[in-house]
C-alpha cells in the first residue's frame, strides 16, 4: 500500500522538491544582497536607529525587497495549494473515477488505505512545508531583526512552525471536504474557503487571546505621533506610533477619566490661520493618556506554539472524521 501511494504521489513529490529546490537557489543567491545592505547595521556601536532604517529602505527598494514580498505570498499560499490540490482529490477523485468500489473492496481495509495515505503525504506536507519555512525563516531573519515585525500579523504566519501547521490543517479539510462532497471541484473551492475563513479569523479575533496581552496606559507622548487630525466638525483624532517590536491590538489616547479622546477641538489654539505646532501643544496640554495593549516580542514562540497547537488539533479532528466517515457514511 505504501509503494501503491508512493506511485500515485510521486509526481506531486518531485514537482515540488523541484520547486523547493529553485527557491533555495534564488533565496542563496538574493542572501548576497541582505549581508551586503546589512553591514552598517552590524559596523553600529550605538544609535543604530538611523542605520536600520537606511538598511530597511534601501533593501525593500532592493531585488532582495520583491524577493521578500514574493517569499511572504508563497509561505500564504502554499498551505491551501496543498489542501486544494493533494487533499480535496484524495477520496472525492476515488469516487468520482469509482475506482473506490475496487480500492476498498481488497485486503487492505478502507481504515488501512485512508491511514497509509493520510501518512504519507501528512508526512510529505509537514517535511515540504518545514523546509519552506525554515529556508525563508533563515533567509529573512537580518530584515526581521531590523524592522522588529516578525510578531506583526502580515509576517507572523509566514515564519516558524505556522505554516506547517496550517499546512496539515488544509490537508485534511481537503481530505474531509473531498468525502463530504465526493466531487474534486467543489471540494476544492470549498477547501479554499473554509481554510481562508479559519486562517484569517485567527488575527483578527484569536491570536490575542492565545497568549495574556500587555496593558498599559502612560502619559501620551506628542513626540510619537503617527497622526493628528481634525475634520471639519471640530473633532480631534490623535493617532499615536504603535509599540515598537511588539504586535499593537489597541492604542487610543484616553482622557484623565478613562474615556477615549476625540475633541472637541479648541478653536483659539486649532485652525489653519494660527501658527504651526498651536494645535499640538494644546493637545499635548490636556493630560492625555495612551490605552496600549500589545503583545511584546518575548510572546512570540508562546503565540507560534499556541497556534500550532491549535491547528494541529483542528487537522486530528479532521482525520478521525475522515476516518468515521469512510468507514460509516461511504459506500
Request: charged fraction near 10%; proline fraction near 5%.
Amino acid at each position: 500500500m505504501i509503494w501503491f501511494t508512493w506511485r500515485q504521489f510521486r509526481t506531486p513529490a518531485v514537482v515540488t522538491a523541484g520547486a523547493l529546490a529553485m527557491l533555495a537557489v534564488g533565496l542563496l543567491v538574493s542572501r548576497g544582497t541582505i549581508t551586503d545592505l546589512y553591514a552598517s547595521v552590524a559596523a553600529c556601536q550605538s544609535d543604530c536607529g538611523n542605520a536600520v532604517e537606511a538598511f530597511l529602505t534601501r533593501f525593500y527598494n532592493s531585488a532582495g525587497g520583491t524577493v521578500y514580498y514574493t517569499t511572504l505570498a508563497i509561505m500564504y499560499a502554499a498551505p491551501p495549494l496543498i489542501g486544494i490540490f493533494w487533499g480535496a482529490p484524495l477520496v472525492a477523485r476515488e469516487i468520482e473515477a469509482g475506482t473506490h468500489r475496487l480500492a476498498w473492496n481488497q485486503s487492505i481495509t478502507r481504515t488501512r488505505w485512508l491511514a497509509t495515505k493520510l501518512g504519507l503525504i501528512g508526512a510529505a506536507t509537514a517535511a515540504a512545508t518545514g523546509l519552506l519555512s525554515w529556508a525563508v525563516t533563515a533567509w529573512a531573519s537580518r530584515v526581521d531583526s531590523a524592522a522588529a515585525d516578525r510578531i506583526t500579523p502580515l509576517v507572523f504566519g509566514a515564519r516558524g512552525i505556522v505554516p506547517i501547521a496550517y499546512a496539515l490543517f488544509a490537508f485534511t479539510l481537503g481530505v474531509t471536504a473531498g468525502m463530504l462532497v465526493r466531487r474534486t471541484v467543489p471540494a476544492m473551492a470549498g477547501t479554499l474557503a473554509v481554510y481562508t475563513a479559519a486562517v484569517a479569523a485567527m488575527p483578527l479575533w484569536l491570536r490575542t487571546h492565545l497568549a495574556p496581552a500587555t496593558h498599559e496606559t502612560p502619559a501620551l507622548d506628542m513626540g510619537n505621533l503617527d497622526a493628528l487630525m481634525i475634520d471639519r466638525s471640530g473633532a480631534v483624532a490623535v493617532e499615536p506610533n504603535d509599540v515598537t517590536n511588539a504586535w499593537t491590538i489597541t492604542n487610543q489616547p484616553i482622557t484623565p477619566t478613562g474615556q477615549v479622546f476625540t475633541g472637541p477641538v479648541d478653536p483659539t489654539r486649532c485652525g489653519p490661520d494660527l501658527p504651526s505646532g498651536s494645535c499640538t501643544e494644546w493637545v499635548g496640554s490636556l493630560g492625555l493618556r495612551q490605552n496600549v495593549v500589545y503583545h511584546p516580542d518575548s510572546q512570540y514562540w508562546t503565540l507560534q506554539l499556541a497556534e500550532t497547537a491549535v491547528f494541529l488539533g483542528l487537522a486530528a479532528a479532521l482525520a478521525i472524521v475522515s476516518f468515521w466517515w469512510l468507514r460509516r457514511r461511504l459506500s
